[in-house]
């Protein structure tokens, strides 16, 4: 009885430190991208917000079979599937496209396309970015920190295919 005690014990403080350092962490974690377009903001924002163009310009959906869930490809309240994963657009303001991007493991993500119109250059900068709520879990708060790392390249890529399609 004597043996399991410090072991048991030491897992208990380890488990213990390991937690108050993951709750420094911040709850919410955002990756965000930019990128300046020579195209107008309403082209822009057609690829945008229409799923189907989607394929054209984002890395992962243009070898990834996406289907269709609802019968829309653009605006509010259209799903889709992009291999695994679900996406839906839950809004759309003149400059910006919300949506909440869910993996097959249920993990969620909010997602938002804004765009930002300079019509004296004739740019408009597009912003994308990915915001996940982490739990209090250490392993969740320890495993944001690739957040970054995994999805901002994509993100470049992507947004630079984007760049190139519409220039």
């Not at 915001?131 to 209090?136: D, F, G, M, R």
Request: glycine content about 6%; charged content about 20%.
């Amino acid at each position: 009885m004597r043996y399991l005690k410090l072991p048991v014990l030491s897992f208990i403080i380890l488990f213990l430190l390991v937690t108050g350092i993951g709750l420094l962490f911040p709850s919410t974690v955002r990756v965000s991208r930019a990128i300046n377009i020579g195209a107008p903001h309403d082209t822009v924002y057609e690829y945008l917000n229409n799923t189907a163009d989607w394929k054209r310009w984002m890395d992962g959906a243009d070898s990834a079979t996406i289907k269709f869930i609802t019968s829309k490809t653009a605006g509010p309240e259209t799903e889709i599937k992009i291999g695994t994963g679900k996406v839906n657009i839950t809004r759309c303001t003149q400059d910006s496209i919300y949506t909440v991007w869910t993996s097959e493991k249920g993990s969620v993500q909010t997602s938002a396309f804004t765009l930002y119109n300079d019509t004296v250059h004739k740019i408009t900068t597009v912003q994308w970015y990915f915001e996940q709520h982490i739990s209090w879990y250490p392993w969740e708060r320890f495993g944001s920190m690739g957040n970054d790392k995994m999805l901002g390249p994509i993100m470049e890529q992507s947004l630079d295919k984007l760049k190139k399609l519409l220039e």
